[in-house]
């Protein structure tokens, strides 16, 4: 295998922002606007964290491709150029909007000598090498291999619209309405969780089947609304995606 990685790092960190943990910014009445791949974990942003999962590799890694926001290239690189070049990964600029633009973006820097490409989110830097070296083992014998954890939580399926709510019983009489939408939905039915997984990162897949999945993208009249994520756009070739 000469695997290339794409960490995917171009996220605009909007859920990450919202957190109320920290006290100075709570004080100052502003939120720092901090992007997530760069959290600071034991000494080392989480992006870099992310890198080191596929470093040593050199019997199935040959290129790591980082891809951030286009936005923030050349503060990036003024701040952890040094670093990111240390280990040969290549920046490029990703995607401004949806995260299949980023890898993308990634997929036109791969060299046509890889035979696989694995795709990482580097707000993810708690993946661990065995997990890796399970998905690496795997895709030698299959063309797209993710990885998952069964669902543990109880699943509703819930009403499309949200619930109106009459305010005054008295507006019946009187002819007025109270009424009101509150973002409340009735429950359906509760999911069978049998055979349901999270699926997460990183996904490796052999590098036709993978640019043919994306080709659907850009020559093809494929819906990127509906995209979410790598393996979905396989499973829309009608490939087999395995999980592992």
Same mark, same amino acid.
């Given at each position: 295998?000469?695997?290339?990685?794409?960490?995917?790092?171009?996220?605009?960190?909007? /859920? %990450?922002?919202q957190?109320?943990?920290?006290?100075?910014?709570?004080?100052?009445?502003?939120?720092?606007?901090?992007?997530?791949?760069?959290?600071?974990?034991?000494g080392? *942003?989480?992006?870099l /964290?992310?890198?080191?999962?596929?470093? &040593?590799? *050199?019997?199935? +890694?040959?290129?790591?491709i980082?891809?951030i926001?286009?936005?923030?290239?050349?503060?990036?690189?003024?701040?952890?150029?040094?670093?990111?070049?240390?280990?040969? +990964?290549?920046? @490029?600029?990703?995607? =401004?909007?949806? /995260?299949?633009?980023?890898?993308?973006?990634a997929?036109?820097?791969? #060299?046509?000598?890889?035979?696989?490409?694995?795709?990482?989110?580097?707000?993810?830097?708690?993946?661990? /090498?065995?997990?890796?070296?399970?998905? %690496?083992?795997?895709?030698?014998?299959f063309?797209?291999? @993710? *990885?998952?954890l069964?669902?543990?939580?109880?699943?509703?399926?819930?009403?499309?619209?949200a619930?109106?709510?009459?305010?005054?019983?008295?507006?019946?009489?009187?002819?007025?309405?109270?009424?009101?939408?509150?973002?409340?939905?009735?429950?359906?039915?509760?999911?069978? =969780?049998?055979?349901?997984?999270?699926?997460?990162?990183?996904? @490796?897949?052999?590098?036709?089947?993978?640019?043919?999945?994306?080709?659907?993208?850009?020559?093809?009249?494929?819906?990127? #609304? &509906?995209?979410?994520?790598?393996?979905?756009?396989?499973?829309?070739?009608?490939?087999?995606?395995?999980?592992?």
């Amino acid at each position: 295998m000469n695997t290339t990685v794409i960490i995917a790092g171009a996220g605009a960190s909007r /859920r %990450f922002n919202q957190s109320d943990n920290i006290l100075d910014d709570q004080l100052a009445g502003e939120r720092k606007q901090q992007s997530k791949i760069e959290v600071d974990l034991n000494g080392k *942003p989480a992006f870099l /964290r992310s890198i080191e999962l596929f470093l &040593k590799r *050199p019997d199935q +890694v040959g290129d790591i491709i980082l891809a951030i926001s286009p936005d923030a290239m050349e503060q990036f690189k003024f701040k952890w150029g040094d670093k990111i070049g240390f280990h040969g +990964v290549k920046l @490029v600029p990703g995607g =401004r909007t949806e /995260r299949w633009e980023t890898v993308l973006n990634a997929l036109k820097e791969v #060299s046509d000598s890889a035979t696989h490409v694995a795709v990482h989110d580097a707000a993810r830097p708690l993946a661990t /090498r065995a997990l890796v070296d399970r998905l %690496f083992e795997a895709a030698e014998h299959f063309d797209a291999v @993710v *990885p998952g954890l069964p669902v543990a939580n109880t699943l509703k399926r819930v009403s499309d619209e949200a619930v109106e709510v009459k305010e005054d019983p008295a507006d019946l009489i009187l002819g007025t309405d109270s009424s009101k939408r509150i973002d409340a939905r009735q429950v359906v039915e509760t999911v069978d =969780r049998a055979g349901l997984y999270e699926v997460q990162t990183p996904q @490796v897949f052999e590098i036709g089947l993978f640019r043919r999945a994306y080709a659907q993208i850009t020559d093809g009249p494929l819906d990127t #609304s &509906k995209i979410t994520g790598d393996a979905g756009l396989v499973e829309a070739l009608g490939e087999a995606v395995h999980l592992r």
